[in-house]
Nanobody
Framework: VQLVESGGGLVQAGGSLRLSCAAS?????MAWFRQAPGKERNIVAS????????YYADSVKGRFTISKDNTKNMMYLQMNSLKPEDTAVYYC???????????????????WGQGAQVTVSS
């Protein structure tokens, strides 16, 4: 399974971006992670296969929204009120095996995209 992110770019603080992740085949639980320069990769948001269960890191809660469209094998991350500290490479990830809920552990994910750069200027 291949995952391809799109929608990254440069935006001013307070602006919005929408990331998309296209999967070549069906995946189950999916997530967005991000890695800032010199830092570890961290969970941003995760969503269960049917979309009924979601998780957000405290740092993005109320500003970011994760969603997915299983008919198109797509996942999205709507990012509003962006801050300079949101600058990072954003990765989408998917699980091969079905579970009923989200997952915040990167070791649970079998498939990864190549990453999309998001840069927020102050």
């Amino acid at each position: 399974v291949q995952l391809v992110e799109s929608g990254g770019g440069l935006v001013q603080a307070g602006g919005s971006l929408r990331l998309s992740c296209a999967a070549s085949e069906r995946t189950f639980t999916m997530a967005w992670f991000r890695q800032a320069p010199g830092k570890e990769r961290n969970i941003v948001a995760s969503i269960s296969w049917n979309g009924g269960s979601t998780y957000y890191a405290d740092s993005v809660k109320g500003r970011f929204t994760i969603s997915k469209d299983n008919t198109k094998n797509m996942m999205y991350l709507q990012m509003n009120s962006l801050k300079p500290e949101d600058t990072a490479v954003y990765y989408c990830a998917g699980r091969r095996v079905y579970t009923p809920t989200y997952s915040v552990d990167e070791n649970d994910y079998d498939y990864w995209g190549q990453g999309a750069q998001v840069t927020v200027s102050s």
